[in-house]
T-cell receptor, first 115, second 114 residues
Framework: AQTVTQSQPEMSVQEAETVTLSCTYD???????LFWYKQPPSRQMILVIR????KQQNATENRFSVNFQKAAKSFSLKISDSQLGDAAMYFC????????????WGLGTSLAVNP | GAGVSQSPSNKVTEKGKDVELRCDPI?????LYWYRQSLGQGLEFLIY????????KSGLPSDRFSAERTGGSVSTLTIQRTQQEDSAVYLC????????????FGPGTRLTVT
């Protein structure tokens, strides 16, 4: 069975600085998708970025980028130029590319942004 | 257009009572997912629908939990004889197709069983 591990329950960063959130996963599959979701206090889960396992190039969305290391089964999220609005819970999630469409989640990292 | 909506936003119920949680997916989305977010346990998959059928019910924790979807739209998650361990936030998500990358989430229903 696939598992997702986020080893940092809490992180903090100064406004305008860069922070990296860690995620590792375990799977025997070769084709899958990885996601980072953001959950602010409103509870609404928002997709931040996704990575297809077959792509070697790391995904980037504006200030958000990932470091995808397939062999190491590592998928970290880098937030550059951190803003107060980035404060939230961040979840790493895995989804198989085969018939099982459910997301498998890590326990989350609570990110605080200090002014 | 409108996003995924869930009702009620919060529900407090007494142990042993039945509750129904509702999810309205984005119009036209064929796939619908239910997840449970418990304190300290992260999110866990409960069930998903493709149209009105549920190919994967593997995450339902017990036979007290059931879900249905009608008209390829609204879904209801029912918990019978609620227990305190059922207290959690229940999140619903939908996607255009079951193969779609992105699942769009609703704001969740916070269930408290006293």
């Amino acid at each position: 069975a696939q598992t997702v591990t986020q080893s940092q329950p809490e992180m903090s960063v100064q406004e305008a600085e860069t922070v990296t959130l860690s995620c590792t996963y375990d799977t025997s599959e070769s084709d899958y998708y990885l996601f980072w979701y953001k959950q602010p206090p409103s509870r609404q889960m928002i997709l931040v970025i996704r990575q297809e396992a077959y792509k070697q190039q790391n995904a980037t969305e504006n200030r958000f980028s990932v470091n995808f290391q397939k062999a190491a089964k590592s998928f970290s999220l880098k937030i550059s130029d951190s803003q107060l609005g980035d404060a939230a819970m961040y979840f790493c999630a895995y989804r198989s590319s085969r018939n099982n469409r459910k997301l498998i989640w890590g326990l989350g990292t609570s990110l605080a942004v200090n002014p | 257009g409108a996003g995924v909506s869930q009702s009620p936003s919060n529900k407090v119920t007494e142990k042993g009572k039945d509750v129904e949680l509702r999810c309205d997916p984005i119009s036209g989305h064929t796939a619908l997912y239910w997840y449970r977010q418990s304190l300290g346990q992260g999110l866990e998959f409960l069930i998903y629908f493709q149209g009105n059928s549920a190919p994967d019910k593997s995450g339902l924790p017990s036979d007290r939990f059931s879900a249905e979807r009608t008209g390829g739209s609204v879904s209801t998650l029912t918990i019978q004889r609620t227990q305190q361990e059922d207290s959690a936030v229940y999140l619903c998500a939908s996607s255009l197709l079951v193969n779609s990358y992105e699942q769009y989430f609703g704001p969740g229903t916070r269930l408290t069983v006293t």
